[in-house]
């Protein structure tokens, strides 16, 4: 038996990895909050010198109908957990399949008009295994993926060897169409994108791009994870809201968002959906969703699809908002979605502005700063949703007044002095 005695160099490594990360102003830190299910969406700030915490209205969760505090949705939850136990038990072919996981497959391929759904255990597992798998399945692959891509899709698609990747200008459809044109007429192509991009919250042409796809037979696979349960008559997404749900091969979604609960799917045509839940490692190969999990989903999926007012309630706040920022001059990014980027420009500046909207104000905006966002475009970005009174709107827009004023661009930051010691 051998005994290492050296320290190994992977300890060196990340010690200096993470020394790098802060002197660029992007070490990672997390605020507990705890999520008070009556009163969403206040939370509790664990803090060491106040035992009963301290309120904090959140701005910034992807719980944008407040799903997952509905008392019927975890009334599901609890009430399966009482009869099928806490945990699923095993992956989908070892007894971890159960009759309410066929029934959310079947509710979420009729909410997007598909012959066939599969669960997959989050929105980021569903796209990288979905991707990955499609793009190994035959030789010759092209992905043409949008510049915006979330992480979890450019996953699937770097991790597909052999297949090629030809990335478009965001939302460009004239560069995605001379990328097309330019590629072997014969090769099998695919245009992965997103209809919400849920950082600049711009939605792409999906009909333009689907009509590009029928041009040169591409495939089409969009990420619907901002837009199911919020927009189209049902809550299936831009693709619902634009009636082009038919023309999409692949709509891939999350049960975590505007669904409020957890885990990730896709759907598609029957002999797809059957390949990928024969072919895909990420499906295959991890214990599946908890029935808890799968009965809330469910729940909430039936109440958001036959409840439109949850929709108009939430976009009648975002309105209101906006309307309220604007009256005070605050500036903030118009968006044809519900989200409300506020423009900071500069990492530290976003990351003071957030902790001042926490410490001295109760309100908690998480700042979006690099690699998430280019740098010179930092941000807050802000979901209003049903929950957000009047009153919690009218401190938010006091807030940010004061601090973006208070807080002027250009602070000198630790990136931008880092840079300059790096320099001297
Ligand atoms: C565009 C997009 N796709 C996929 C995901 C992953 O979804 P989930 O949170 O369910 O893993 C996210 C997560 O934020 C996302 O923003």
Redesign the pocket.
Known sequence: MSIRNARHPFYDFCDDALADIRRQGRYRTFTPLARDAARYPVYEEELADIPQGREVVVWSS?DYLGMGVEPEVCEAAISAIREHGAGAGGTRNIAGTSPLHKALEAELASLHGKEAGLLFT????S?QASLQTILTSMPGWICFSDRLN?A??IAGIKGARGSTTIIFEHNDLADLEAKLAAAPVDAPKLIAF?SVY?MDGDISDIAGICALARRYNALTYI?E??AVGLYGEQGGGVTDRDDVSDQVDIIEG????GFGVH??YITASASIVDYLRSAASGFIFTTSLPPSVVAAALTSVKMVRAQNWRREKMFERVNTFRAKMRAAGVPFTMTPSHIVPVPVGDAERCKIISRRLLNEYGLYATPINYPTVPQGTERLRLTPGPFHTDEMMDQMVAALKTLLAEVPLPVVSDNVRGMAEAAA
Do not use: F, I, R
């Not at 989050?122 to 597992?125: K, L, Q």
């Not at 999350?254 to 968002?257: H, I, M």
């Open positions: 992807n989050s929105g980021y597992v796209n979330h979890s899709m997103e849920s990420d994870v901002h999350t049960l975590a968002k885990g990730g």
